[in-house]
């Protein structure tokens, strides 16, 4: 249950910081700037042409004793740059799927673009989103696992010390992966419930 609490403060502020890289990085490559296409363009090769692992070795023991960062923020900030990369092509294609008239009916009315993308895009875009958001975010909650390897006594590194204690290998990383289960299908459910919810208040 330690173990657990600790992937679940992980996963969670992951998760926040996943969704605000990626729409920060979807809105610069949509936007005029040269240099902000360019960032986003080289925030998104850098991270996914490069294993996961591999960042968070170098994140956890370059990074992190330069900026005096903690192993649970090390991981928290790896975890957050690899899946926001991917989020961010998710919110991209959600944003641009956005009916055209939309647009010109926003700017119309001489909406700023930061209120047009806060009361009229964003909330149509985020509704189509969601499912996929959601199976990043799952993909979050397993990736999550890999921050045992830096010594983050998290659920997959308290399976591993009771095993070396106990020997229950087959009992141990059983629970394990059923926990992992229970938490990817409750989100899934909870998703779900949020669609169907939006679907009945929109009609």
Not at 39 to 51: D, H, K, Q, T
Not at 79 to 97: C, K
């Amino acid at each position: 249950m330690q173990g657990l609490g600790v992937t679940l403060q992980i996963t969670a502020i992951s998760m926040v910081f996943m969704l605000l890289f990626g729409l920060t990085t979807a809105l610069l490559r949509m936007s005029n700037s040269w240099v902000g296409q360019g960032l986003a363009r080289f925030y998104m090769e850098l991270i996914r042409n490069s294993p996961l692992l591999i960042q968070l070795f170098f994140i956890y023991f370059v990074i992190a004793p330069i900026m005096d960062m903690s192993g649970f923020w090390a991981a928290v900030l790896a975890l957050s740059l690899f899946e926001g990369a991917y989020a961010s092509e998710i919110f991209r294609a959600g944003i641009t799927s956005i009916d055209k008239g939309q647009w010109e009916a926003a700017k119309s009315l001489g909406m700023p673009p930061l209120e047009m993308y806060r009361h009229i895009i964003l909330p149509q875009a985020i509704r189509r989103v969601l499912p996929p958001l959601t199976s990043q975010a799952i993909s979050l909650i397993k990736d999550s696992a890999l921050v045992s390897t830096v010594a983050i006594l998290d659920l997959t590194q308290r399976g591993r010390m009771i095993d070396a204690e106990t020997f229950l290998t087959f009992e141990i990383w059983f629970t394990v992966a059923a926990i992992y289960l229970v938490i990817t299908t409750t989100l899934s459910g909870l998703v779900n419930f949020m669609e169907r919810r939006t679907k009945s208040i929109s009609l």
